[in-house]
């Protein structure tokens, strides 16, 4: 496996229009129209996820190897993992009958499970990009115009990133929306949820973890 180097960036703190940003995208509704291939996939799945007594959500789930670890975790849930990308989603292992993996962007998947209201007992978000670069702050999840959606999803999210930055960002945007009880810890992996996890750890990358419970908060 090959070694990897942890997240750089020139940003040494808190962005500094972090509060801006959050601030007013929670004021606001993104309006941006939903793209058909993810309403597309939304419908196609809308009927076992309404048959479903409890959701899991593994957003950004690459090859869905971290999606068929959460099923066994949650054996009398729906898992469902989503991921961007069919390249990757092509590679995915052999899995539970209780996954279903979905190509589709999750923003505007998101968007659409909380229109519909359909609520996750459990979130993972396992490594999200971390655009590193200040330009890049609004891809970041925490400062994108879904936040609002994200948090309205509610259930128990779990972020983890090997860029602390972005977890304690996320943690900051979360106490502008009033949560205030999120916790975040550094760990180590003992067993990898995903192939990032697995080779950060090897790579001698500290690993960090949010936790909260978004239904607490309602």
Known sequence: MSRSSPPSSSQTGLHPRLDEVVRRHLKSRWRQPVRAHTRQAFQALIDRLKAADRLVLDSGCGTGVSTAGLAYRHPNALVVGIDQSAARLGRAPE?????VLVRAELADFWRLMADAGFRPTHHYLFYPNPWPKPDHLKRRWHAHPVFPDLLALG????????FELY??????????????DAKVVSFSAGEPVS???????ASGHRLWKLTVNLEAQK
Not at 195 to 201: C, D, L, N, V
């Open 95 to 99: 899995f539970p009958d209780n996954v």
């Open 167 to 180: 977890v304690r960002e996320f943690e900051r945007a979360l106490s502008l929306a009033g949560i205030v």
């Open 155 to 162: 259930g128990w999210l779990e972020l983890r990133s090997n």
């Open 195 to 201: 192939p990032f996890e697995r080779k950060y750890s």
